[in-house]
């Protein structure tokens, strides 16, 4: 059972970037998934979730307007555009797996380091 996130790189301001988190050993699209990142010397933060259940998703607002996630029967997808410094960061998706959980738990703070996380996958932003 793992996650698997990829994707990143390094662009210019402005530039765009499209995450893609798939999983193996289950089924993704029975769990919300949630897209965090950290940078460095901060914590890690959750800037957007979709859940599992009606497909209702969630943006913070440093990135609100910018960066759109998605999802299909394969893969949870996190179209980053209009790419500012501050977004570099380790970007990580992750899951508790349970289905009855959704964003709200999520936006609370409840998953743990023992939940599933995927690997990180860097993004670097800068000119």
């Known amino acids: 059972v793992q996650l698997q996130a990829s994707g990143g790189g390094s662009v210019q301001p402005g530039g765009s970037l499209r995450l893609s988190c798939a999983a193996s050993?289950?089924?993704?699209?029975?769990?919300?998934i949630g897209w965090f990142r950290q940078a460095p010397g901060k914590e890690r933060e959750l800037i957007s979730c979709?859940?599992?259940?009606?497909?209702s998703t969630y943006s913070a607002d440093s990135v609100k307007g910018r960066f759109t996630i998605s999802r299909d029967e394969n893969a949870v997808y996190l179209q980053m555009n209009r790419l500012k410094p501050e977004d570099t960061a380790v970007y990580y998706c992750?899951?508790?797996?349970?289905?009855?959980?959704?964003?709200?738990?999520?936006?609370?703070?409840?998953?743990?380091?023992?939940?599933?996380w995927g690997q990180g996958t860097q993004v670097t932003v800068s000119s």
């Open positions: 992750a899951t508790d797996l349970r289905p009855y959980h959704g964003c709200v738990y999520y936006r609370e703070g409840h998953l743990r380091e023992s939940d599933l």
């Open positions: 050993g289950f089924a993704l699209d029975n769990y919300a």
């Open positions: 979709i859940s599992n259940s009606d497909g």
